[in-house]
């Protein structure tokens, strides 16, 4: 048995004997499939507390020799540019700005486009002050270094620093920020690293950023093939086609009209499109056939992004483009805007991610270059986090601690005994309230999937203080530690056996969907043919295609939606989003959804609980009316909801809302009762919701 098998097995032994409590039911409402060997880490029993052994971290293509063999790595430093050079990979940057000017591979002598030196390999940021406030992101900074210094140079490794320095005689000419720009080219490694250092120094001046990230722009002549996942790859348009082309509704959606690939005429291309949840945004990026070479983009590790595991962002689109975005408001809105206000101090450190290249036989197919990709991310997500960065800002694997314990969920109305909570995703973030953790920005988090029995196990953690959190599919709302659990260097906690007891008022007498934060098992409609992506005509996720907020009246053309409890099914007859209807001519309309259900033996003397959990939400209001669909007010309201433009960017979710909401006997009746939801806010298609799951429970039972 291997020493990570042996650990997973006297983990859960331990875990075992700390727990006095009887054996869990695995509930099958509780059961997922295990996470595939592309999502954001692997369970317990395949974890170890040490660095992989045995993988050869580069393989410079896809029949290359040991790394010990390649050729040492070479600094060279010219009046304006300096250049890192392993044999494999030549990289060239501006001095002192820190831009990526020519990236040199495989007898290509440079795989960035042609353009200004500032618009091929960058980072940059969005930004503003909050005054005015309701600016998003009217600022933008590229972030050119004015200082350049080497930090490490011998035969193994070069790591550069590319560093800004604000004081306040700058006001106003770029972010306040003090920025640290690194660059790393290991021996026989084909490709390099990046990582940023970000500091806000205490008494600084009141800012909001919006977004970082770090951008390469491709030669267009060179890459047409972009690869995102294993089923959503495909040819792609030129930005010259984007250009021909007739914008839709927003400028990012654009009809091919006339490209420069027959094949694509009559597509929508959407950057949005591409999208992803970073759990799954490890790996991405563009082939080039002739001669054979694949740029990707890998992310081990999510622990400096924001709002978790399920927030969702941009990955490879046309350009060709490729990105690491490290935060944004993209389906999320405001509320994941870093925000610092009154002088407050701020340090973090983005990164390292790595940037790869790879090749292949000129005789041999193209695609094998996405599988050594997949290969070699998951050596780096195995080697994380890295020894080799020098800021004393990123802390190694002995600096670090690790986490785990077992969870369990306590529902009696689903299970009398304890249920495992399989698969659950448990993470630590800044302290804060339930769920808080969606909306969290300034600190790291670091987030595992729990194995089938509820085990989970965090390694990596960097010290401080942080709340424990969790949420299990099938299973409503968000679990929260009710202790801090503080890591210090080398630490080792136990936390033992934990049990969610999630929100319940009384027995379950219908439910629309399944609690997952997704709207995804509800009907999602066909698209306007005349607006496809054929990228996703037969694939599951059809919900990525452009447009379907106008098909709701298409559906629906004479009244709205009504759902009929015990004859209804939510996975043909609810609409995955509560959109406003089209009357044309740019004109929407709110609309309301009636949810017909019997009540055969009401319990006059008791209170009835509708639990609404919503699954993303845009400038909305959900009003909820009882058997009086013109009640006013409304018996509840959500009141103004949400920023996160879900249903425009072609996600399935954004931000978690979940309600508790009562409802007296007196407002109910023997036989046929209705419950109208209305979403208030018209003169948008884009003003909506997405729910996730919705339940209506009778009064507690007593013992």
Same mark, same amino acid.
């Given at each position: ?17 700390e ?24 369970h ?55 831009m ?7 007898? !290509? ?10 618009n091929? &390999? ?5 930004? +503003? ?12 900074d ?23 320095? @604000? ?12 920025? +640290? ?31 970082g990230?770090?951008? =390469? ?29 007739? $914008?839709?509704?927003?400028? /990012? ?6 490209p ?8 929508? +291309?959407?950057?949005y499109?591409?999208s992803?949840d ?8 563009w ?6 070479v ?8 999510d622990?400096?992004?924001?709002g978790g ?9 046309? &350009? ?29 450190v983005?990164?390292? $991610? ?15 270059? @996405?599988?050594?990709?997949?290969e ?11 020894? =080799? ?27 009398? /005994? ?14 804060? +309230? ?12 670091? @987030? ?9 196990? !965090? ?33 080792? !906690? ?6 969610? /007891? ?18 995804a098992?509800?009907?999602v ?26 098909r ?36 929407? /309309?709110?609309t ?5 259900f ?29 058997n ?23 996600? !399935?979710?954004?931000?978690?809302? @979940? ?30 919701i ?14």
């Open positions: 048995m291997k020493r990570a098998e042996w650990f997973g097995v006297a983990v859960q032994l331990f875990l075992l004997v727990s006095s409590v009887k054996t869990p039911v695995r509930g099958s409402e509780l059961h997922r499939s295990p996470v595939s060997s592309l999502s954001f880490h692997r317990i029993q395949s974890e170890d507390f040490s660095e992989s052994e045995g993988d050869s971290r580069f393989p410079g293509s896809i029949d290359s020799p040991d790394p010990i063999l390649s050729p040492p790595v070479h600094l060279r430093i010219l009046d304006q540019h300096v250049i890192m050079d392993n044999g494999l990979v030549n990289v060239t940057l501006s001095t002192p700005q820190g990526v000017t020519g990236i040199q591979y495989n007898g !290509i002598d440079n795989l960035l486009q042609l353009n200004r030196e500032t091929r &390999g960058y980072w940059d940021v969005v930004w +503003d002050s909050p005054d005015p406030p309701g600016n998003l992101g009217g600022k933008y590229l972030l050119e270094g004015t200082s350049f210094s080497v930090v490490l140079e011998d035969e193994n490794q070069i790591e550069l620093s590319f560093t800004r320095t @604000w004081n306040s005689s700058q006001n106003g000419t770029g972010i306040p920020l003090n920025i +640290d720009k690194r660059f790393i080219m290991l021996r026989g490694c084909p490709g390099f690293y990046s990582y940023g250092i970000f500091e806000h120094e205490e008494g600084g001046p009141d800012i909001n950023i919006y977004q990230r770090i951008v =390469f722009k491709l030669e267009e002549t060179l890459f047409q093939y972009m690869a995102v996942s294993d089923e959503r790859q495909r040819i792609m348009p030129t930005a010259g086609d984007r250009q021909n082309g007739l $914008v839709l509704d927003y400028p /990012e959606a654009v009809l091919l009209t006339n420069s690939n027959p094949e694509l005429r009559g597509e929508v +291309d959407d950057k499109q591409y992803c970073d759990k799954n945004n490890r790996v991405h990026g082939i080039c056939s002739n001669p054979p694949g740029f990707w983009m890998i992310t081990p590790s622990e400096f992004r924001t595991p399920v927030k969702q962002d941009l990955t490879s689109h046309v &350009g060709p483009t490729t990105l690491s975005m490290f935060f944004s408001t993209h389906y999320a809105g405001e509320s994941l805007a870093i925000e610092l206000r009154d002088g407050e101090p701020w340090k973090k983005f990164g390292p $991610v790595l940037i790869y290249l790879n090749t292949d036989s000129p005789d041999e197919d193209a695609l094998p270059l @996405w599988e050594d990709a997949k070699q991310m998951l050596i780096e997500t195995q080697s994380w986090p890295y020894d =080799f960065p020098l800021s004393e800002d990123f802390p190694r694997t002995d600096q670090r601690g690790i986490v785990t314990g077992r969870l369990l969920v306590r529902d009696r109305y689903i299970n009398k /005994e304890l249920m495992t909570a399989n698969f659950a995703f448990v993470g630590l973030a800044a302290p804060g +309230d339930v769920g808080s953790w969606q909306r969290e920005n300034k600190g790291y988090q670091f @987030w595992t999937q729990a194995d089938n029995e509820g085990y989970f196990l !965090i390694k990596g953690v960097r010290t401080g203080n942080y709340s424990l959190y969790a949420w299990v599919a099938g299973i409503i709302g968000d679990y929260k530690y009710d202790a801090y659990v503080n890591i210090t260097p080398g630490s080792r !906690i136990r936390l033992g056996v934990l049990v969610y /007891e999630p929100p319940r008022e009384g027995p379950t007498l219908w439910e629309i969907g399944s609690p997952d934060r997704s709207a098992e509800f009907y409609p066909d698209p306007n043919p005349t607006l496809l992506n054929q990228l996703y005509v037969n694939l599951p996720d059809k919900f990525r295609q452009y447009g379907l907020w106008d709701y009246a298409d559906v629906y053309p004479d009244e709205d939606l009504t759902y009929t409890v015990g004859i209804s099914n939510y996975q043909t007859d609810w609409f995955f989003a509560h959109v406003n209807r089209n009357l044309g001519n740019k004109t929407y /309309e709110p309301t959804w009636r949810i017909i019997v009540l055969d033996n009401l319990i006059d003397t008791g209170t009835y609980t509708l639990q609404l959990a919503i699954a993303s939400a845009h400038e909305a209001e959900l009003e909820v009316r009882i009086e669909a013109d009640e006013m007010p409304p018996h509840f309201t959500t009141g103004f909801i949400g920023k996160d433009n879900a249903i425009a960017r072609h996600g !399935i979710h954004g931000l978690y809302w @979940w309600y508790k909401v009562e409802i007296s006997a007196s407002q109910l009746v023997t036989g046929s009762n209705t419950i109208y939801l209305t979403q208030s806010r018209g003169s948008s298609p884009f003003k909506g997405m729910y996730d799951y919705i339940r209506l429970e009778g009064p507690p039972e007593t013992d």
